[in-house]
């Protein structure tokens, strides 16, 4: 998609989202030039919510007012990437994900700066860097034990040394469907697997395996902290009765 027809698109999509989700939204800027991230290399910021608080004692569109801004540059480079881009679903989530954060700060919550937090976190796990273990539980829930932070899926299961001795593989449930993957060797403190063969098309779908804690072990690490030990692994997932429906 060229950048006239990226603007076209993009205006008219923000043209039909109601009013009442663009109180205090002073318009959509659309630009040419791709905006890389600050920090990681090849990661590419699509859009922003450019907030300006007046003061005030309470939020309101008349003091919190935004522009989102959406950045054809960075679109066309991740498409290059992937020949399954999909330019018009893009710019529509990513001027939802934007004026949620006006919304979010209109209403004084930070629920998607735990979102962002998250997957700035998972873009230096896959960089090599020192990462919060934990990050994926500031996404968004998407039911008991399961996180996403943007297009990947995790499902979280905690397991004592006993539980995963007795584990022959390991077993979740993803989108109504029952799988199974190979039990890794090492539980370790948190242990991601990600599971190839399961979730939409450029979806990542990860176990994560927890270790529990017992009141013992948790008042020793607040005496002596340490880091936990942190394991990758991938496995492949195998529907169990498939065509049949678990509840998530």
Not at 45 to 65: I, Q, V
Not at 190 to 204: K, L, S, T
Request: one cysteine or more; proline letters at 6%; glycine letters at 8%.
């Amino acid at each position: 998609m060229d950048f006239t027809d990226f603007e076209a698109y993009a205006r008219d999509a923000y043209e039909e989202i109601p009013d009442a989700f663009k109180a205090g939204v002073d318009g959509l800027v659309v630009r040419k030039d791709p905006v890389e991230h600050p920090d990681h290399e090849g990661v590419w910021t699509l859009g922003e919510c450019l907030t300006e608080e007046h003061l005030s004692d309470f939020g309101s569109a008349e003091t919190t007012r935004s522009v989102i801004a959406l950045y054809w540059g960075s679109f066309a480079a991740l498409a290059k990437r992937s020949r399954d881009f999909d330019w018009e679903d893009e710019i529509w989530e990513t001027l939802t994900h934007e004026l949620r954060h006006h919304l979010e700060s209109l209403a004084g919550d930070d629920a998607l700066e735990d979102v962002d937090y998250a997957a700035a976190e998972s873009f230096k796990r896959f960089d090599g860097d020192p990462f919060d273990p934990w990050y994926y539980q500031r996404g968004d829930p998407a039911g008991p034990g399961r996180f996403r932070v943007e297009r990947d899926l995790y499902v979280e299961i905690e397991l004592d040394s006993d539980d995963f001795d007795r584990l022959t593989d390991v077993r979740f449930d993803v989108e109504g469907r029952r799988y199974r993957a190979p039990r890794p060797e090492e539980l370790g403190d948190v242990h991601f697997i990600e599971v190839e063969g399961v979730g939409a098309p450029g979806d990542r779908v990860e176990v994560v395996l927890v270790r529990k804690r017992t009141w013992w072990a948790a008042l020793l690490g607040a005496v002596v902290p340490r880091a936990p030990t942190v394991l990758e692994s991938i496995g492949v997932g195998e529907p169990l009765d498939p065509g049949g429906y678990s509840a998530p």
